[in-house]
């Protein structure tokens, strides 16, 4: 170069070519030093991913059951003791204004359920017997697997329809078989799908509120009262659901709202979810770690081809741009991969848990973006040294 020339300028199609070439002269090293970046990346998109697509199955199973049904229970009187509601409880609430529906299920004491009547009493699997209204399956948002629920006719006699834990727990997988059910043999008439919103029903096996009474010594009280209120009164609704269910004693009612419990398991998933992401942080620190060391060595072993080119005329600042560009691309190219793999990991588990495959376009895009600030900074120190060698100094190196 002649005294006083102007150095020759580097497009960025140049710089971009000069970094990718010196990618391709070492491929093993590069492929696993973006795999470390890789394997953060994809931790943290499939975590984002696997959580929004649950949090998108919850919303689609609230949206399809409604956040409008309330529960009622009795509570603990003054002195401390089981309270009860009444039986009038039910038709009372049901003619509450705002609300659309109301059904109810009473549990029957002292009574159990079995396979056969040779199974020892005290292993009563915990599957609770209970009283239930007809139309409990309208108002709770039940539906049934298998057979049919209770009507007019069945429920008058010993039939049953179990809940879906209650069925595996003893072995029922269809209807029209016979369980022994408080001393006397039921009909399995239906199976239920599991109930979100009523998960105790899961559990349990339903008789007709009239056998109950007539064959099982049920005294007609309900423990449980689902109401389904208009969307606009759910508030109002559930501010007067104690007064109007025991009037005499509400301060001995307690009223609840399924969809909350939905909305906290909700709020746990997040804290799990923040933890996850710590973990994949981590992974993405230590592939930084990794690139960095990379660039360094690269540095190291191409002391010559620096000094080469800087006698050709290379500025420090557009060595020490090549090997930055360098490590940018190695860490693109473990994020574009790490973004990849993480939306194939949520696809697959979404898949097999029958979720809605929900990846936000900000974690596809953070993701990659969080690879090149990592390259950035991993490779700002190589690039620094690299440019600061002086030509004699790289060009003496052996």
Do not use: C
Request: charged share 15%; glycine share 12%; proline share 5%.
């Amino acid at each position: 170069m002649m005294s006083g020339e102007e150095p020759a300028r580097l497009g960025p199609r140049d710089v971009v070519r000069a970094g990718a070439a010196g990618l391709r002269a070492r491929p093993l090293r590069v492929f696993l030093s973006a795999l470390g970046i890789a394997i953060g990346i994809a931790a943290m998109v499939g975590v984002v991913g696997i959580s929004t697509s649950s949090r998108a199955q919850l919303q689609a199973t609230l949206d399809r059951l409604g956040t409008n049904m309330l529960t009622v229970a009795p509570g603990k009187d003054f002195f401390g003791s089981d309270a009860e509601l009444p039986e009038e409880s039910v038709a009372m609430i049901d003619r509450m204004t705002g609300v659309l529906s109301a059904s109810a299920t009473g549990k029957v004491p002292d009574t159990n359920v079995y396979r056969n009547d040779h199974i020892n009493a005290g292993e009563t699997g915990g599957i609770a017997v209970l009283a239930s209204r007809l139309d409990l399956p309208r108002t709770a948002g039940l539906s049934v697997a298998a057979g049919t629920w209770l009507n007019a006719a069945t429920s008058r006699y010993p039939a049953v329809v179990l809940g879906s834990d209650a069925a595996d727990a003893l072995g029922v997988a269809q209807p029209n078989v016979q369980v022994w059910l408080g001393s006397q043999w039921f009909t399995v008439v239906g199976i239920l799908d599991h109930a979100p919103l009523a998960p105790e029903l899961d559990s349990a096996a339903l008789v007709g509120w009239d056998v109950a009474v007539a064959r099982l010594g049920f005294d007609g009280h309900p423990t449980t009262v689902y109401t389904r209120a208009k969307k606009d009164a759910v508030q109002r609704v559930r501010d007067l659901l104690a007064a109007t269910a025991n009037p005499q004693s509400p301060t001995a009612v307690e009223v609840s709202r399924p969809s909350d419990a939905l909305a906290a398991q909700n709020a746990g998933d997040k804290a799990f979810t923040g933890l996850l992401l710590g973990l994949g942080s981590v992974a993405l620190l230590v592939g930084g770690v990794g690139v960095a060391n990379t660039m360094v060595i690269s540095v190291l072993e191409r002391r010559a081809e620096i000094g080469l080119r800087r006698s050709l005329g290379a500025t420090r600042g557009q060595v020490g741009l090549q090997f930055l560009t360098e490590s940018q691309l190695l860490a693109a190219l473990g994020g574009v991969g790490g973004v990849t793999l993480g939306i194939l990991v949520t696809a697959v588990f979404a898949v097999t848990q029958g979720w809605p495959t929900v990846v936000p376009p900000w974690a596809m895009a953070g993701g990659v973006g969080a690879t090149l600030v990592i390259g950035g900074i991993a490779g700002l120190y190589p690039a620094i040294r690299a440019a600061r060698l002086s030509p004699t100094e790289a060009l003496a190196t052996p």
